[in-house]
């Protein structure tokens, strides 16, 4: 199912700003080198967390799930001067694409990669250190890795997870992954230790902020 119309996403895509020539890049090398490219954000929800991140003054942001580093670079841009980004990736063949065009970006020294999985290298973060955290790794952990959120970002930071729509499938989930999703999406609308809106940007961001 094509969530919103592919007229659409165009024009929004148009009316937004482009990515730089280096992202252009990295996009094609995914769509060449790698099996399912489409797990790339891309330019709209990007520029989307790249304004989040300027927008909440964010220094400290956490990432789980790099892939081939897309959304890690377009975060980076938003960063202050001082800040940084923890990026999480369990695959070596990502990671070490990611890690290629880390080098070769003028944001390199803001981005940190931890290859492995998530829950070992979240359990070595330090709690309520975060301002920002964007999840969007394996969707069978996302309820661990919101807790893990919870305990690392600081009060009144936010954290953003991707794909809460799923293509559709959150409103009648019929396999693993989609039943994961509406159970992850139903324990953040009753957890009464944050503030949270449900936005339909590509396959669906949960925005949550931490009271
Ligand atoms: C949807 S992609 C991330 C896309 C990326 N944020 C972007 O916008 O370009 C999900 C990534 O999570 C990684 N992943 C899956 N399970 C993981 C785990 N247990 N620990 C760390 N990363 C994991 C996958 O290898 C994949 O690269």
């Given at each position: 199912m094509q969530l919103i119309p592919p007229d659409i996403e165009q024009y929004v895509s148009e009316q937004t700003d482009p990515v730089s020539p280096l992202l252009k890049r990295l996009e094609?090398?995914?769509?060449?080198k790698t099996p399912h490219p489409q797990m790339l954000s891309g330019p709209v929800e990007g520029r989307f967390l790249q304004m989040?991140?300027?927008l909440s003054g964010a220094r400290n942001v956490l990432e789980i799930g790099t892939f081939t580093g897309f959304s890690a670079l377009m975060m980076a841009e938003g960063l202050p001067e001082n800040g940084e980004i923890v990026?999480?990736?369990i695959d070596d063949a990502y990671a070490d694409i990611a890690a290629?065009?880390?080098t070769i970006s003028p944001y390199r020294n803001k981005i940190r990669l931890m290859r492995g999985p998530a829950r070992n290298s979240l359990s070595t973060l330090p709690q309520q250190f975060f301002d920002f955290i964007f999840i969007d790794a394996d969707k069978?952990?996302?309820?661990?890795y919101y807790e893990e959120g919870i305990r690392l970002i600081r009060r009144g930071g936010l954290i953003t997870v991707d794909n809460a729509l799923w293509n559709g499938k959150a409103l009648q989930p019929d396999d693993d992954d989609s039943r994961a999703i509406a159970r992850f999406n139903n324990l953040v609308k009753q957890d009464s230790?944050?503030?949270k809106v449900m936005l339909t940007i590509r396959d669906g961001i949960y925005l949550i902020r931490k009271k």
């Open positions: 094609q090398e995914t769509r060449e989040l991140i300027r990026t999480l990736e290629r065009y880390f069978g952990s996302y309820g661990d230790r944050v503030e």
